[in-house]
């Protein structure tokens, strides 16, 4: 029995392998995986959620490039490299964008950089306020690959830290809807009667308020947060897990081997576990996988109406919804590119979806 399955799954594994489309998929899905644990490490601005602002650069174009001068607070934070990698680096130092500066005696003159032909304002300040009394080690071209948003922020440190938020909602909305969605259909499905009827009733009830409302009262609920998103779109996803797990359960629980393991003794929770689920996985995987582009879809829509990921978390739906309307004052790119990246993820999710469903099609 042993041999068989790990037969069928390596011809599976073959037939996955073979779909272009299915392995790209995967090895893109992969790479944001790690672009959104690793996000601080990649990201240019690697403070708490890239959130400094600099509003004398505000959406400029992608490759702008600017002085910046570095003013060091002289604050010492007790924070640890795990800290900084996963959650951003406490930052209290003062970050200027500047367009000339002179150096006279013990004195740093500087012109803060302005706009539309503006001239910015000339400031000074000793030399001391800097470690080494060389201010030359504090200024810096800083080039804005993606540009910046409307607040003067690194438009690639928001989208990779937002990256985060999207990647990750999908996992966990996905762990809560199979979770649910196996537990329910399986009792509908194996015991049937009054039992499916009641569990078919909720099902049916859910099924019939709109996801994005669902979700927005779930949401209001719980409160505004972040993980409350998290379990709000899971709990609107189960029912499709659940309605699969119940249709496929009906199919094969009068089949031989189910009808041997009851005959055996075994009890209906060992021959649900043990029996039915494993070999009923294929269609729930691929599932599974629609789901995860479900819940990106919907929390971009949730941060798109004010009620996801909150200021200054950073999240592709909520970028969207701060720039869209820069689209006619000719800056679409501040909308376009967060809007690109969840059109990608998405993608990639139901292409490795549509290659699962025909790796594990047993009739191909």
Same mark, same amino acid.
């Given at each position: 029995?042993?041999?068989?399955?790990?037969?069928?799954?390596?011809?599976?594994?073959?037939?996955?392998?073979?779909?272009?489309?299915?392995?790209?998929?995967?090895?893109?899905?992969?790479?944001?995986?790690?672009?959104?644990?690793?996000?601080?490490?990649?990201?240019?601005?690697?403070?708490?959620?890239?959130?400094?602002?600099?509003?004398?650069?505000?959406?400029?174009?992608?490759?702008?490039?600017?002085?910046?001068?570095?003013?060091?607070?002289?604050?010492?934070?007790?924070?640890?490299?795990?800290?900084?990698?996963?959650?951003?680096?406490?930052?209290?130092?003062?970050?200027?964008?500047?367009? %000339?500066?002179?150096?006279?005696?013990?004195?740093?003159?500087?012109?803060?950089?302005?706009?539309?032909?503006?001239?910015?304002?000339?400031?000074?300040?000793?030399?001391?306020?800097?470690?080494?009394?060389?201010?030359?080690?504090?200024?810096?071209?800083?080039?804005?690959?993606?540009?910046?948003?409307?607040?003067?922020?690194?438009?690639?440190?928001?989208?990779?830290?937002?990256?985060?938020?999207?990647?990750?909602?999908?996992?966990?909305?996905?762990?809560?809807?199979?979770?649910?969605?196996?537990?329910?259909? %399986?009792?509908?499905?194996?015991?049937?009667?009054?039992?499916?009827?009641?569990?078919?009733?909720?099902?049916?009830?859910?099924?019939?308020?709109?996801?994005?409302?669902?979700?927005?009262?779930?949401?209001?609920?719980?409160?505004?947060?972040?993980?409350?998103?998290?379990?709000?779109?899971?709990?609107?996803?189960?029912?499709?897990?659940?309605?699969?797990?119940?249709?496929?359960?009906?199919?094969?629980?009068?089949?031989?081997?189910?009808?041997?393991?009851?005959?055996?003794?075994?009890?209906?929770?060992?021959?649900?576990?043990?029996?039915?689920?494993?070999?009923?996985?294929?269609?729930?995987?691929?599932?599974?996988?629609?789901?995860?582009?479900?819940?990106?879809?919907?929390?971009?829509?949730?941060?798109?109406?004010?009620?996801?990921?909150?200021?200054?978390? %950073?999240?592709?739906?909520?970028?969207?919804?701060?720039?869209?309307?820069?689209?006619?004052?000719?800056?679409?790119?501040?909308?376009?590119?967060?809007?690109?990246?969840?059109?990608?993820?998405?993608?990639?999710?139901?292409?490795?979806?549509?290659?699962?469903?025909?790796?594990?099609?047993?009739?191909?």
């Amino acid at each position: 029995m042993s041999l068989t399955s790990q037969s069928l799954k390596q011809l599976a594994l073959q037939k996955f392998k073979k779909n272009f489309w299915g392995v790209f998929s995967f090895c893109f899905i992969l790479l944001v995986g790690l672009v959104s644990v690793f996000a601080y490490v990649l990201a240019p601005d690697n403070s708490q959620y890239a959130n400094q602002m600099h509003l004398s650069i505000h959406s400029k174009k992608p490759g702008f490039t600017v002085p910046m001068l570095t003013i060091p607070s002289g604050m010492d934070l007790d924070q640890n490299v795990f800290d900084k990698i996963f959650f951003g680096k406490k930052n209290t130092d003062t970050e200027i964008p500047i367009s %000339s500066f002179t150096i006279n005696n013990d004195t740093l003159s500087y012109t803060e950089y302005a706009s539309d032909g503006l001239q910015g304002i000339e400031k000074a300040m000793p030399l001391s306020v800097f470690s080494n009394n060389n201010p030359q080690d504090f200024i810096k071209q800083k080039t804005f690959l993606f540009g910046t948003d409307k607040y003067g922020r690194d438009l690639l440190s928001r989208v990779l830290v937002g990256a985060r938020i999207s990647f990750f909602i999908g996992f966990v909305a996905v762990f809560i809807s199979l979770v649910i969605g196996v537990f329910m259909g %399986s009792i509908a499905g194996y015991f049937g009667g009054k039992i499916d009827a009641f569990i078919m009733w909720v099902i049916n009830v859910t099924w019939s308020i709109p996801t994005l409302l669902l979700v927005i009262a779930i949401t209001l609920a719980l409160g505004k947060g972040f993980w409350q998103v998290f379990i709000a779109v899971g709990l609107t996803m189960w029912v499709e897990v659940a309605r699969v797990v119940r249709g496929q359960i009906i199919s094969v629980k009068e089949m031989q081997y189910v009808t041997a393991a009851r005959a055996l003794g075994f009890s209906d929770f060992r021959i649900i576990t043990k029996h039915i689920l494993p070999n009923i996985m294929a269609p729930v995987i691929v599932i599974s996988a629609a789901n995860f582009a479900s819940a990106i879809l919907v929390e971009s829509g949730l941060s798109f109406l004010g009620i996801g990921a909150q200021p200054p978390m %950073s999240s592709w739906g909520a970028m969207i919804k701060d720039h869209y309307n820069y689209i006619i004052l000719g800056k679409p790119f501040l909308a376009i590119i967060p809007g690109l990246c969840i059109m990608g993820l998405v993608m990639a999710f139901m292409l490795i979806g549509n290659a699962l469903r025909d790796a594990l099609d047993v009739k191909g």
